[in-house]
């Protein structure tokens, strides 16, 4: 069983940054593929970024490449995503997931074995 909980979320006006955390419970984080995932109201949770256990290859949404940045620190059973040059668009629930299994170069819901409760982020014009 693991346990994710994200903070870091927040108000932010366009251009601005922010650094979400995910912080997992339990002894095989590393084991996992990490992957984080927006969703606004309305709309089918969006694929944002992913990171690969053992190698940690990155991945990203064609949204979000070129600003935003996701890492893991295996130590600290954390990965990160760091945003920057934040838009409207982006304001969103974000969550982070992690899944044992991750065949491609982006992340299915299904594929996602926990979840987390999600931040909030909002970015004003």
């Known amino acids: 069983q693991v346990q994710l909980v994200e903070s870091g979320g927040g108000l932010v006006q366009a251009g601005g940054s922010l650094r979400l955390s995910c912080a997992a419970s339990?002894?095989?984080?590393?084991?996992?593929?990490m992957g984080w995932f927006r969703r606004t109201p309305g709309k089918e949770r969006e694929f944002v970024a992913l990171t690969k256990r053992y190698t940690g290859s990155t991945y990203y949404a064609d949204s979000v490449k070129g600003r935003f940045t996701i890492s893991r620190n295996n130590a600290k059973n954390t990965v990160y995503l760091q945003m920057n040059s934040l838009k409207p668009e982006d304001t969103a629930a974000y969550y982070c997931?992690?899944?044992?299994?991750?065949?491609?170069?982006?992340?299915?819901?299904?594929?996602?074995?926990?979840w987390g409760q999600g931040t909030q982020v909002t970015v004003s014009s």
């Open positions: 997931a992690a899944a044992s299994s991750a065949l491609g170069t982006s992340l299915n819901p299904d594929e996602c074995d926990y």
């Open positions: 339990g002894r095989t984080f590393s084991s996992y593929h």
